[in-house]
């Protein structure tokens, strides 16, 4: 999805400009505090659940496992669901950063752009259709949704001649009719219903190291390839022509960050079903703190989208003990306004 705007149009267009070795060491140190708030939210992620548990309880199934039931919540249910939960959060702020870069596009998201929801009707219709219900099995339909669905917004969006708005537009199209799909199919298919009901809100309650084991290196390539890209991005938000001065090579970088995404999208939502806002809120966040350079709003990213998505995960076990709240549910009562003020912030700006 890549699109022309104006200067009035996105709020992520201005070039970026040299930074003083003063203002590089501040960013340091402030990439550097992330992580440190990144170690304190999983400390929590792995310390607060549905059951309480005393402090030296987590410090016995963590380092003096008996194999008590302490001790098997500890490190079979909250360690592989902190883990995938970092894994899923990195993978989605980054592909939100790279989106909203590549496309100049302040509204660009996964989860609002519809790929989430191409990805989450593949699966589902893997399950329903051809039987598969493992991640090694469906995690390929995944990104072949996210794929699909990522070129089909383009077009409709007008391509080359898109704007955000239209962008945004076909995306809660598809969006919302790639979701009907999926409730009918639940519906129609019954057997597949109980398996893929809390899948699809988006959850980490059912991570395992299997899981873990599964996804990481198709986010870890997509890490890389988001990474690898910032420089052309940086250059490609001054435009084609001074972009290709400068340079870039347009094309290349169009295709690692289309396919950077559908990895790291794909495999998100096929480990824990389509979580959104996570890609919306958090460059935006970044931006902030970092200004639009690409080579630094990416490290920020996915160190901080991890910290939103852990976060929203022990608010939502925690509101509705003994039971608990699924993150994507959590996530999107937070996105939810949080989209509505940027639409209200982009509008007045045009005025």
């Given amino acids: ?21 003063r203002r590089n060491a501040v960013r340091a140190v402030g990439l550097f505090v992330s992580v440190g708030v990144l170690l304190l939210v999983v400390v929590a992620s ?8 005393a402090p030296g309880d987590v410090w016995h ?10 001790d098997v919540i500890v490190q079979d249910v909250r360690v592989p669901r902190t883990i995938l939960g970092v894994l899923v959060g990195e993978a989605l702020g980054l592909s939100g950063a790279v989106m909203q870069g590549l496309t100049r596009n302040p509204l660009a998201e996964p ?36 794929g699909v669905v990522s070129v089909l917004v383009y077009v409709l969006g007008g391509s080359r001649g898109a704007t955000p708005v239209r962008l945004a537009l076909a ?25 893929i009901r809390f899948w699809t809100v988006g959850s980490l309650a059912s991570a395992d190291m299997e899981i873990i084991g599964k996804v990481w290196p198709f986010i870890a390539a997509g890490v890389v390839l988001a990474l690898l890209i910032a420089r052309p991005l940086n250059a490609m938000e001054m435009g084609d022509d001074t972009a290709r001065a400068l340079g870039a090579h347009l094309t290349r970088t169009r295709v690692l960050a289309m396919v950077a995404v559908t990895l790291l999208c794909g495999a998100a939502t096929a480990a824990c079903g389509p979580i959104v806002f996570i ?18 709003i990416l490290p920020y990213a996915a160190v901080l989208a991890p910290v939103l998505l852990l976060g929203s995960d022990v608010i939502g076990r925690v509101v509705a003990r003994p039971s608990e709240l699924q993150v994507g549910i959590v996530t999107a009562l937070v996105g939810g306004p949080v989209f509505i003020h940027l639409v ?4 007045m700006a045009q005025l």
């Fill in 171 to 195: 995306g809660t199209a598809a969006t919302a009719a790639l979701y009907g799909y999926v409730n009918a199919v639940q519906l129609m298919d019954s057997a597949a219903l109980e398996q």
């Fill in 1 to 21: 999805m890549l699109v022309e705007s104006s200067p009035k149009q996105s709020a992520v267009q201005a070039p970026p400009a040299p930074a003083s070795p």
């Fill in 46 to 53: 792995i310390a607060i659940g549905a059951k309480p548990l």
């Fill in 61 to 70: 199934g963590l380092f003096q496992a008996t194999g008590t039931g302490n």
């Fill in 279 to 296: 890609g919306l809120m958090v460059p935006h966040l970044v931006r902030t703190l970092t200004g639009p350079d690409m080579r630094w």
């Fill in 111 to 146: 989860g609002i752009l519809g790929v989430n929801a191409g990805a989450a009707a593949a699966v589902v219709s893997a399950i329903s259709f051809f039987g598969i219900t493992s991640l090694t099995g469906y995690v390929w339909f995944s990104f072949v949704g996210a």
């Fill in 344 to 347: 209200r912030r982009r509008k």
